[in-house]
Structure formats: structure tokens, C-alpha cells
């Protein structure tokens, strides 16, 4: 009821701040999103399909979700993968805002209905690389969206049909996109901390030698020169995304708030 009125007014759930984390293996972590997350007081519901943890049945319980990488393909036939591809669907049914982050970004390309692939020349993107923002990219947030990102995959996907191209790069095209007004794929790893980083260029060394990738120290170097950039970027969009603010127009200057 209204007390100022008397009237009675329909029931608005609240917010419950609690953000469905999928992950990919045993001891990975959403690194820097789910630390920005936390500090700006979301709970994180972490949970590993490929180890045996249920998806929700609904999105009611949670604000959002995001799908994070992992070396395996979006086209692998195993049972959780594919489950996985089709849970997208309830949080895109729900209205609920749904970030896809490498894989997770593929596995909505691949829901989508789209077709995932490695390149043709067999070049893998490992390290720091261009990419080039869209008209709407460049609202996407209060940010300007970063020139160099960090890579690490060797499978990509051209734009899903209904999808609207938010940043594109050289070999492999669709960096980032958006689909509807709150899910979000992103081919790039904003989330990597330079500890994941180290991590990953000591246990994927043997990957450094396919075509395409940077050596380890061009790694390292990166992101002492465009971290800050990603950083400041990742904070201003995942502040807009959480809320379902994500692709107003409003001018590119990186805010110093926090999230909510």
C-alpha cells in the first residue's frame, strides 16, 4: 500500500545483487569483474557445469549473469557445454542483463545460431591487440572502449543475426557485441589480472608458438601499457550493464564512481 494515497500499488521485487558466475574450471576465477563486482556489494554465485553444479532453473534469484572463457570449444559435443548454449536462453527471456566473456561470448554466438570457427590461416590472438570501436561502441558507456585489449583464443565468430557490432578487429572481425538490450558478448579478457596472466602464459607456453600469438614478455609489457585504459573502461561498463544502463548515449568520460 501507499501510505501517502491509501492506494494499493503492485508488488516490485528488489534487486536482489547476486550475479551468477559460471566458470570453466576447477581453480579459475572472474579475476578483476568479479573483484569490481564484490567491492560494489554483489554477492557472486559461482558455479562449474563441468564439474557437476546445477544451472537455475530461472534468472529470479539473480541480477544478472555472465559466462566466462575456458580452453575448450564452444562447439565440443559434451553435455555441459551444450547445456550451458541453451540456459543462455533464460536469461535473454528473462530481460536480465547476460555478459559473455571468450567462450562465454562464442556459446551466445553459437545460441544465437551462429557458427564458430578458428581462423582459416590458423592464427591464434594471444597478447595485446587493436581493435577499432563502432558508432555504438562509443556509447556504450561513460568510457571510452580501450584500443588495445588482451586475447586469448583460437576460434572466432562473424556477427550474429540481429546483433549489433560494438568493436571489430583485424583477423578476427567481431570483438564485441550486443544482442537485444542487455546481453552483451565480448571476445577480449578485461577481466585478466596480471597474476591470471602470468598463470596463463607459464601453463599455455606451448601455445606462444602458433601463429599469430606474442611472446610471453610482449604479455607482460602489454599490460604495464594498456591495462589502465581496459581498467578504467571495465569499471564504467560493468556499472552501466549491471544496471541495465549499457548503450545510452552519453559523452566518454571514464567516471571514478564505484558500480551502483
Not at 570453466?24 to 557437476?52: A, K, M, W
Not at 533464460?90 to 545460441?111: E, N, T, V
Not at 610471453?216 to 552501466?240: C, I, N, P, S, T
Request: one cysteine or more.
Amino acid at each position: 500500500m501507499d501510505w501517502l494515497s491509501g492506494q494499493h500499488r503492485p508488488y516490485a521485487p528488489q534487486p536482489s545483487r547476486r550475479i551468477l558466475i559460471i566458470l570453466h574450471q576447477e581453480h579459475s576465477s572472474p579475476g578483476r569483474v568479479g573483484r569490481l563486482l564484490v567491492e560494489n556489494g554483489y554477492t557472486l554465485d559461482i558455479r562449474r557445469p563441468r564439474f557437476g553444479d546445477p544451472l537455475p532453473k530461472n534468472m529470479d534469484g539473480h541480477d544478472a549473469a555472465i559466462i566466462f572463457g575456458g580452453p575448450m570449444s564452444a562447439n565440443d559435443e559434451e553435455d555441459w557445454i551444450r547445456g550451458e548454449i541453451d540456459w543462455i536462453g533464460k536469461p535473454l527471456a528473462a530481460g536480465k542483463p547476460f555478459l559473455g566473456i571468450c567462450l562465454g561470448a562464442q556459446m551466445l554466438a553459437r545460441h544465437l545460431g551462429h557458427r564458430v570457427a578458428p581462423h582459416p590461416e590458423g592464427i591464434m590472438e594471444a597478447g595485446y591487440y587493436d581493435i577499432r570501436a563502432t558508432e555504438h561502441g562509443g556509447r556504450l558507456c561513460r568510457c571510452a572502449f580501450p584500443g588495445k585489449v588482451y586475447q586469448w583464443h583460437r576460434e572466432g565468430f562473424d556477427l550474429p543475426a540481429g546483433a549489433t557490432l560494438l568493436a571489430q578487429g583485424d583477423d578476427f572481425e567481431t570483438q564485441a557485441f550486443s544482442y537485444g538490450s542487455s546481453a552483451y558478448g565480448l571476445q577480449f579478457h578485461p577481466e585478466v589480472t596480471y597474476a591470471m596472466m602470468c598463470k596463463w602464459t607459464v601453463k599455455g607456453e606451448a601455445r606462444l608458438g602458433l601463429p599469430g600469438a606474442m611472446p610471453r614478455e610482449m604479455h607482460l609489457k602489454g599490460w604495464y601499457l594498456h591495462d589502465a585504459a581496459v581498467a578504467q573502461w571495465l569499471k564504467a561498463f560493468l556499472r552501466a550493464w549491471v544496471r541495465g544502463e549499457a548503450g545510452s548515449a552519453q559523452p566518454c568520460v571514464c567516471p571514478q564512481a564505484g558500480l551502483a
